[in-house]
């Protein structure tokens, strides 16, 4: 994947945490800190909204769909009856 260089501007407070995390050798650059927390917060984002949508799911519904679907094959037990 390409990269793009953007401009962005920190507060000093945070510059400075990131530098010293770059000194004790956490990240190699400013710029790859930067670029993973960007990344974790893009994928956090992500997450939640799998989440939220599946929090939209009705368990009763997907589970009467899955086992119509399940037993689309064979032939239905209460017709047997």
Do not use: H, Y
Not at 22 to 38: D, G, L, M, P, T
Not at 48 to 59: G, T
């Amino acid at each position: 994947m390409g990269k793009a260089k953007v401009a962005i501007t920190l507060d000093v407070a945070s510059v400075q945490r990131i530098d010293q995390l770059v000194k004790n050798r956490v990240f190699r650059s400013r710029s790859r800190a930067i670029q993973e927390a960007v990344r974790e917060k893009l994928e956090r984002i992500d997450r939640n909204r799998l989440a939220r949508e599946c929090a939209k799911l009705d368990p009763a519904f997907e589970k009467a769909m899955a086992e119509a679907f399940m037993g689309k094959d064979k032939p239905d037990s209460n017709a047997l009856r």
